[in-house]
């Protein structure tokens, strides 16, 4: 090579014919040895380094760009000859000549063009085959002369006059660094050699890494150029093809970043990133080694220091990093020297496996191999803290601070302490089932994110986990999570090599997912002020975002709302007025209707988000106001009158389609379907359960008694199994309909009438609605009480509803306030829901958990928003 340091050219095909030229130059240079005596020095030098005969002539013939640490092995095994072409020491990976070996396959990588490699390579290994000339040298080859580069360079940088772009000063004192041919300056860097930008309007696809070389394999100990994998992780395995991902949705728009920089140059997985603090340089980590890069350029070295994962800059810009020799030391480096300042941070008893710092005080936490979290006082370097010790059934994987350093989290066990409170500010573990292997805590402090090996991500409030909220989408593990700098998005990266947005308010995906990556995504930063997103990952590259146009933003009144949802505060809509005391209510199957009984004896059928009446109450015959179903399938609404007879009518017009006249000795008090609509049960205050088969008529057995006063609550479980009536007389009575007339259990618990009983979605528990003002959740087998009564109301309790998911249960009051509670726990759901003057008679869920409506004697039914949006 002698001492001119060899150039690109402007295409990538006059480059890769540049770089082809200048290896055989170096060949020549090295006393020209043969492919087979290429093959044997590097099988017998003890590296683990292998160069197939196929592989060298694609190298050297310049048919394809091979593979980084392919092409850094083939440099090492040349200038392990003397220039006599005597065998001598093979260059270790670090060693000073090969870094503009390095730089120029770099920057050759960055033109690239995508989908080249692989094509180039068929054309060759076709053409090879035809001619039988891939295992031999070509006469061409053995008769090129050495040849000087005939590219210019660029001009050098006068004297004494600052790097330009904001480019460390020893960067650009390196042996190797340039800028890109053709570029004279910030004028004419709208398009660099290093990463072509992407057409206006588009985004650019990432040019894919050459193919793995097919007789290329990392032995055991391998030298780190040719063995990139570090001995602390495993080995990815080849990257894997991003697997075929959902379409997106509509509601999503364009993506709020643009690719931008395709970042190459690790000879191993990134597993780290790190921006500095003013946003201009951004540290990866790979294997052992740390490179910075300018992020207006994208230019990037290696640092001189060996370091290696995890990595973090504190507030003042230093570069916190562990010592590749001994990952239990952490160095902090200058940028603007690339090497260690300050004496090292010891006392680890372990590899350092993950830092944060906090962005005040001073502060960083350490995350050991066994699960110790540590905090350390970076101006002092000692380790004052342990916060909690690894190992157990519950270790910890991953550590984040909130924007002002008061709150840590860490993954796995899902913990929040409270650095100045000293204690645990939450314990979300039944936010979702299984332990999460990422984490992320938003810079507010008030959101916890979770990622899962089955492809969940759960975004929860911070101290105390309630409100979760489920993000789906993705096709694979979660890898990789982080908040933007406003906490209003949260992107997600996976092993399915995307990486995807999403609103924080509503869960909803922001943008197509960014496809740039060719492997696993082992890590996400924002840059701190959002404008710059980088991704890392095991295809051993780096991928550059930046903002585009104005940013989606959700209408602020959204964002308040799904706020609220998620602190389970349900919100008022605007109510709908009856005129007339309301007794019973309830949602169609499709949750198209929602209808209601009044005092007046009429029906009323509402569309539930217009708030439109649908047609004329039905007030022919009267209708007693006790009495109110829709069947299964929502094709018939049943309603009962003054003479004992029950009316189905078609909902849309409420006209009367079948009557059938029971046989209750006084008025009727509910009606219930049964899942299958096989059935209809009517209890009267005569304190019998009839049972008819609605189709045609006609009444399947003899009343069922067993109560002394009127049946005021009749439910079937969700496998019609089971027949619950509550009455007047305080008995709960658990019967089978295909069984004898006897009740298989009598539950005894209220003081006073059972006015309401209602099954979960799973038919596990049962809950009742007491005069006593209580709520009592029963066992649907045995019978047999959970947990105490439920307690808040200061009266009668009249209704009770589980919601479609069965994590509420709602009950209304005389007292005028319906409560939400969690069935299981017994522990109340947010506040009392004090929107009616008078009694609460009724609440029912919609289909979909979205809507509570009550409705009261006051004659309103008001609508709740409860579920997600």
């Known amino acids: 090579m002698g001492d001119t340091e060899p150039q690109p050219l402007g295409t ?3 480059g890769l014919a540049a770089l082809a030229g200048d290896l055989t130059r170096l060949r020549i240079e090295r006393g020209r040895p043969s492919y087979r005596d290429l093959e044997a020095r590097a099988a ?7 160069l197939p005969v196929a592989t060298q002539s694609d190298a050297f013939n310049g048919k394809r760009l091979v593979r980084s640490d392919t092409f850094m092995a083939l440099v090492r095994i040349l200038l392990s000859y ?4 005597r065998p001598a020491t093979v260059p270790s990976h670090a060693a000073p000549e090969l870094a503009v070996w390095r730089r120029r396959w770099q920057e050759l990588a960055a033109l690239q063009p995508p989908g080249h490699s692989r094509a180039r390579a068929a054309r060759g290994a076709q053409a090879a085959s035809a001619s039988g000339e891939a295992g031999r040298e070509s006469p061409g080859e053995r008769a090129a002369e050495p040849r000087e580069a005939t590219e210019r360079r660029a001009p050098a940088a006068a004297a004494g006059e600052a790097p330009a772009y904001g480019v460390p000063a020893w960067i650009a004192g390196l042996d190797g660094f340039h800028a890109p041919a053709g570029s004279a300056g910030p004028a004419e860097r709208a398009r660099t050699p290093w990463h072509p930008e992407p057409a206006a309007g588009a985004t650019a696809a990432a040019a894919p890494e050459p193919a793995p070389d097919p007789g290329f394999s990392r032995a055991p100990g391998a030298d780190p150029a040719v063995a990139p994998a570090p001995t602390s992780a495993p080995d990815p395995g080849p990257a894997p093809r991003p697997a075929p991902t959902p379409p997106a949705d509509p509601r999503a728009g364009r993506a709020p970043y643009a690719f931008r920089h395709r970042l190459v140059g690790h000879l191993a997985p990134v597993r780290d990133l790190a921006f500095s603090p003013d946003g201009r340089l951004l540290a990866s980590a790979g294997g052992d080694t740390v490179q910075l890069w300018d992020t207006s350029t994208g230019l990037g070295t290696i640092t001189p220091f060996t370091a290696t994962h995890p990595l973090a800059f504190t507030p003042e810009g230093r570069l916190l990093t562990a010592d590749a020799r001994d990952p239990s030391v952490l160095h902090r480096i200058d940028p603007a020297t690339g090497r260690p300042d300050g004496p090292p941070l010891t006392g680890h008893a372990s590899p350092v496996t993950g830092i944060t710092c906090a962005p005040t005080g001073g502060m960083a936490a350490t995350l050991e191999l066994g699960g110790t979290v540590r905090l350390c006082d970076l101006s002092v370097g000692r380790l004052p803290v342990v916060v909690t010790h690894g190992g157990g059934t519950d270790p910890i994987g991953a550590v984040a601070f909130a924007r002002d350093g008061r709150l840590l989290a860490a993954a796995r066990s899902s913990r929040v302490w409270d650095l100045l409170g000293g204690g645990l500010a939450g314990l979300p573990r039944t936010v979702s089932a299984g332990n999460p292997d990422v984490i992320a805590l938003s810079p507010d402090g008030l959101l916890l994110a979770l990622g899962y090996r089955d492809g969940r991500t759960s975004v929860c409030e911070a101290a105390g986990g309630r409100g979760a909220l489920t993000l789906r989408g993705r096709a694979g593990p979660v890898c990789a999570l982080a908040f933007s700098p406003d906490g209003r998005l949260l992107a997600t990266g996976s092993d399915d090599a995307t990486v995807r ?21 082992e890590h996400i930063a924002f840059s701190p002020t959002g404008r710059l997103l980088a991704t890392a990952s095991c295809d051993e590259t780096v991928m550059l975002y930046e903002r585009s146009g104005t940013p989606r933003t959700t209408p602020l009144a959204a964002r308040a709302l799904a706020v609220s949802l998620r602190e389970r505060q349900p919100v008022r809509l605007s109510p709908v007025q009856a005129q007339a005391a309301l007794f019973r209510v309830a949602f169609s199957p499709d949750g198209h209707l929602v209808a209601a009984t009044s005092s007046t004896g009429s029906v009323h059928v509402w569309d539930p988000v217009t708030r439109r009446p649908l047609g004329p109450p039905a007030a022919e015959p009267t209708t007693l106001p006790w009495c109110l179903a829709f069947s299964p399938d929502g094709t018939v609404l049943a ?3 003054a003479n004992r007879t029950v009316y189905l009518r078609d909902p849309a017009t409420g006209t009367s389609v079948r009557e059938l006249p029971t046989g209750h000795r006084g008025p009727l008090k509910r009606l219930a379907f049964s899942p299958d609509g096989q059935l209809l049960a009517t209890g009267g205050t005569d304190g019998t359960v009839e049972l008819w088969n609605p189709t045609p008529g006609t009444r399947v057995r003899e009343p069922l008694g067993g109560h002394s006063n009127e049946v005021v609550g009749l439910a079937f479980a969700p496998d019609g199994r089971r027949l619950v009536t509550s009455g007047a007389d305080g008995q709960v009575l658990w019967r089978d309909p295909g069984r004898p007339l006897l009740p298989d259990h009598v539950s005894l618990g209220h003081q006073g009438a059972v006015w309401s009983a209602v099954f979960s979605p799973d038919g596990t528990l049962m809950a009742t609605a007491g005069g006593d003002a209580t709520v009592r959740v029963w066992e649907s087998e045995g019978g047999l009480p959970v947990g105490k009564p439920l307690t808040g109301h200061r009266s009668a309790v009249y209704d009770v509803a589980f919601s ?13 306030v319906v409560l939400l509670w969690h069935p299981t726990t017994g522990r109340r759901v947010g506040e009392p829901l004090s929107g009616h003057a008078e009694a609460v008679n009724a609440v029912a869920f919609s289909p979909d958990g979205s809507l509570l409506v009550t409705a009261g004697r006051d004659g309103i039914l008001n609508r709740w928003v409860v579920g997600p949006l």
Do not use: C, K
């Not at 017998?44 to 292998?50: A, E």
């Not at 003397?82 to 072409?85: L, M, V």
């Not at 479609?804 to 005028?816: N, R």
């Open 639 to 641: 309603t009962a009158s």
């Open 12 to 14: 990538f095909e006059e």
């Open 501 to 521: 947005l999403w609103d924080t308010a509503t869960g909803l995906p922001v943008g197509p997912p960014l496809s740039e990556h060719r492997g696993r995504v």
């Open 44 to 50: 017998g030098s003890l590296t683990g380094i292998r």
């Open 82 to 85: 003397d220039e006599y072409g």
């Open 804 to 816: 479609p998911d069965g994590q509420l249960l709602a009950s209304a009051g005389e007292d005028g």
